[in-house]
T-cell receptor, first 116, second 115 residues
Framework: ETGVTQSPTHLIKTRGQQVTLRCSSQ?????VSWYQQALGQGPQFIFQ???????GRGNFPPRFSGLQFPNYSSELNVNALELDDSALYLC???????????????FGPGTRLLVL | AQKVTQAQTEISVVEKEDVTLDCVYE???????LFWYKQPPSGELVFLIR??????QNEISGRYSWNFQKSTSSFNFTITASQVVDSAVYFC????????????FGKGTHLIIQP
């Protein structure tokens, strides 16, 4: 096991609602990245948080937002849920070096979101 | 833009056979990293290997081996003497130097090892 935890494991929401997913990073890691994995596809990068700020973002609309806390844990918030948001949401933690670059990303078990 | 192609959607072999999973990538960067992850039915992505663009040495870890060839932009993964526990979806991924753009994944290869 990686030591990366996510909650909840499963979630069912209806279209238009808002959802918050949570991730606790592995001990010693200071960076959290979020990915969306649709059924039968590879994970897609949503964004990354480092030192409590968004450090990079993929091609996702602003209704996908996040937070990172002083203990390096993180939240992913999705507003105005759409049917296409149904997916497995994966959190990955890593260690970013002050000199630049980062170490390997280790993934949590994911949260399965179903939007009806 | 970066891209990872895993042309094999699904591979089915009988236990103890050797199997190679193909990965071809595209990037304009000179510094980048390549990865393989395993995703069992539980959903968690399990890290297998990381390779930087300046290290073309092949690597072997037990029954697993990886062949990195910059000339063909490929990073193939071979499982020797496959076992049923190897059944999973395998993803190849690419990361730019710096890492702030996240990992770019291929669509994955579903490997089925039949007893």
């Amino acid at each position: 096991e990686t030591g990366v935890t996510q909650s909840p494991t499963h979630l069912i929401k209806t279209r238009g609602q808002q959802v918050t997913l949570r991730c606790s990073s592995q001990s010693g890691h200071n960076t959290v990245s979020w990915y969306q994995q649709a059924l039968g596809q590879g994970p897609q990068f949503i964004f990354q948080y480092y030192r409590e700020e968004e450090n990079g973002r993929g091609n996702f609309p602003p209704r996908f937002s996040g937070l990172q806390f002083p203990n390096y844990s993180s939240e992913l918030n999705v507003n105005a849920l759409e049917l296409d948001d149904s997916a497995l949401y994966l959190c990955a933690s890593s260690s970013r070096r002050t000199s630049g670059g980062q170490e390997t990303q280790y993934f949590g078990p994911g949260t399965r979101l179903l939007v009806l | 833009a970066q891209k990872v192609t895993q042309a094999q959607t699904e591979i089915s072999v009988v236990e103890k056979e050797d199997v190679t999973l193909d990965c071809v990538y595209e990037t304009r960067d000179t510094t980048y990293y390549l990865f393989w992850y395993k995703q069992p039915p539980s959903g968690e992505l399990v890290f297998l290997i990381r390779r930087n663009s300046f290290d073309e040495q092949n690597e072997i870890s037990g029954r697993y081996s990886w062949n990195f060839q910059k000339s063909t932009s490929s990073f193939n993964f071979t499982i020797t003497a496959s076992q049923v526990v190897d059944s999973a979806v395998y993803f190849c991924a690419l990361e730019r130097g710096g890492g702030a753009d996240g990992l770019t994944f291929g669509k994955g290869t579903h490997l089925i090892i039949q007893p």
